[in-house]
């Protein structure tokens, strides 16, 4: 995938090093242990190793970050950016993130009426919106991708070939547009893929894959 390269070298990085203070006020950082942000409070950039980021009902935070843990955000919370490095990542319902969200090695749900401005990405793991948006496409290599009724993606999907010592080229990543869902933008598959697409969903062009059609809410 074009822009995780730059994740792993962040994984890399930190887990070598120490976590260093940075400049926005209300940052926390934290080495082996999970951080808590209230519901309704605000902080900066939230990071951890070892350990999860939640961040809770309508509270706001700048970035969220972990290496070996998950991040949570809660119904109708704000971020501009979310991304770990082996584990899950969570959006709550109306919830709402400006840039990117990224994983390695972990699922992606976005919950009804989530929303993400940037890219949406992993290498390994589920990608499952219910009735969410994301406006700067989705890329995987060995996710399912499952695109949920009434959901809406811009920017296309794209599903890359495994390449160098990330190869997990042993299994068929399946692709679901589900009812209703909108998918604009080019879904490219540089792999082998199923997928399967709702007889009322709307998709752009297709490259690399066959279109198996269905009917009712799910194949």
Do not use: C, Y
Request: glycine share 14%.
């Amino acid at each position: 995938m074009r822009r995780l390269p730059a994740i792993f070298m962040l994984a890399a990085l930190t887990a070598g090093l120490p976590l260093l203070a940075s400049a926005h006020q209300g940052d926390i950082d934290k080495v082996n242990g999970s951080v808590q942000v209230e519901a309704g409070q605000q902080a900066g950039d939230v990071s951890t190793v070892n350990g999860a980021v939640r961040v809770g009902n309508g509270a706001t935070v700048e970035k969220a970050s972990t290496v070996n843990g998950a991040v949570e955000l809660g119904d109708h919370a704000q971020a501009s950016k979310l991304g770990t490095v082996n584990g899950a990542i969570t959006l709550g319902a109306a919830s709402k993130v400006s840039g990117e969200v990224s994983a390695v090695n972990g699922r992606i749900h976005l919950a009804k009426a989530a929303e993400v401005g940037g890219k949406l990405g992993n290498v390994n793991g589920a990608i499952v919106l219910d009735e969410a948006h994301v406006a700067g496409g989705i890329e995987t290599v060995d996710g399912d991708v499952t695109i949920g009724a009434n959901s809406r993606v811009e920017g296309g999907i794209l599903v890359d070939k495994p390449s160098g010592w990330f190869h997990f080229n042993r299994r068929t990543p399946v692709i679901v547009i589900g009812p209703h869902a909108v998918v604009q933008g080019t879904l490219e598959f540089r792999r082998e893929v199923v997928l399967k697409v709702s007889n009322s969903a709307q998709i752009g062009p297709v490259k690399g894959a066959t279109v198996e059609k269905f009917s009712g809410d799910s194949p």
